[in-house]
């Protein structure tokens, strides 16, 4: 792990410190890159509530996991994963702020790393106008929604107030502080609930906090090449 960074393999995926494939990354705080704020594993910032993948179109080679899980290669027990509900979120919005919040007026123009494994997928959404509440297969409300920093503005006076309430929300929302051990592993429904991390300070020393990310899909998805 200390020498991770003199791996050829290693040096051609650079996504969180490395990606072995689309749905499993190795996450990592790597030291080159310690001052790149498009890295959210790179620890010393936080993690905003995010489900990952969110903004990303489901024609892509790499579409929304329906289901992440990470397994503990090596852990930080100071570092929890903290989780909340979608369904408790929304039952601290309104019928009117939910409805507003389905429509296409969000402008997204910031994705971090935890969004995107590719590069064409940073394309799906940035510099577009979007819904941030979506419906699934079975008619379950998803929040498309990648953290409070993603959304740039909003094309009315309604969407951006509809933001405002939704960002409280989540602030007001119980949070479920999971910690993992080495050779723990975890899964949830990405689509269901929302994560974060807080900042820590990595030492770069071989001891950090490492974890594989893995997705899941529950059925397979016709990709367009």
Same mark, same amino acid.
């Given at each position: 792990y200390g020498e991770i960074d003199e791996t050829p393999y290693q040096k051609k995926y !650079? %996504?969180?410190?490395?990606? !072995?494939? $689309? =749905?499993?990354?190795?996450?990592?705080?790597?030291?080159? +890159?310690?001052?790149?704020? +498009?890295?959210?594993?790179?620890?010393?910032?936080?993690? %905003?509530?995010? @489900?990952?993948? #969110?903004?990303t179109s489901d024609h892509l080679s790499t579409p929304t996991p329906d289901v992440l899980a990470f397994f503990g290669l090596r852990c930080d027990k100071n570092v929890p994963t903290r989780i909340i509900l979608n /369904?408790? =979120?929304?039952?601290? !919005? /309104?019928? %009117?702020?939910?409805? #507003?919040?389905k429509v +296409?007026?969000?402008? !997204?123009?910031?994705?971090?790393? @935890? +969004?995107?494994?590719? $590069?064409?997928d940073h394309d799906s959404s940035i510099g577009k106008t979007i819904p941030i509440v979506t419906m699934d297969d079975n008619n379950n409300p998803i929040i498309r929604w990648g953290g409070k920093s993603i959304v740039s503005s909003c094309n009315s006076k309604k969407?951006?107030?509809?933001?405002?309430k939704l960002m409280c929300a989540i602030e007001q929302c119980e949070q479920y502080h999971i910690i993992l051990e080495s050779g723990d592993f975890m899964m949830f429904k990405n689509k269901r609930v929302l994560h974060a991390r807080e900042a820590y300070q990595p030492k770069y020393d071989g001891n950090d906090r490492w974890l594989l990310r893995v997705y899941g899909l529950f059925k397979k998805r016709i990709i367009e090449t």
């Amino acid at each position: 792990y200390g020498e991770i960074d003199e791996t050829p393999y290693q040096k051609k995926y !650079i %996504d969180e410190g490395s990606r !072995i494939n $689309p =749905i499993v990354h190795q996450v990592f705080s790597w030291e080159k +890159n310690k001052n790149n704020f +498009n890295f959210s594993s790179r620890g010393s910032s936080n993690l %905003d509530f995010h @489900s990952d993948r #969110a903004l990303t179109s489901d024609h892509l080679s790499t579409p929304t996991p329906d289901v992440l899980a990470f397994f503990g290669l090596r852990c930080d027990k100071n570092v929890p994963t903290r989780i909340i509900l979608n /369904d408790d =979120i929304f039952s601290k !919005i /309104d019928q %009117d702020t939910f409805n #507003a919040l389905k429509v +296409n007026q969000f402008h !997204i123009t910031n994705q971090k790393s @935890s +969004n995107a494994t590719q $590069p064409n997928d940073h394309d799906s959404s940035i510099g577009k106008t979007i819904p941030i509440v979506t419906m699934d297969d079975n008619n379950n409300p998803i929040i498309r929604w990648g953290g409070k920093s993603i959304v740039s503005s909003c094309n009315s006076k309604k969407s951006k107030d509809a933001m405002k309430k939704l960002m409280c929300a989540i602030e007001q929302c119980e949070q479920y502080h999971i910690i993992l051990e080495s050779g723990d592993f975890m899964m949830f429904k990405n689509k269901r609930v929302l994560h974060a991390r807080e900042a820590y300070q990595p030492k770069y020393d071989g001891n950090d906090r490492w974890l594989l990310r893995v997705y899941g899909l529950f059925k397979k998805r016709i990709i367009e090449t």
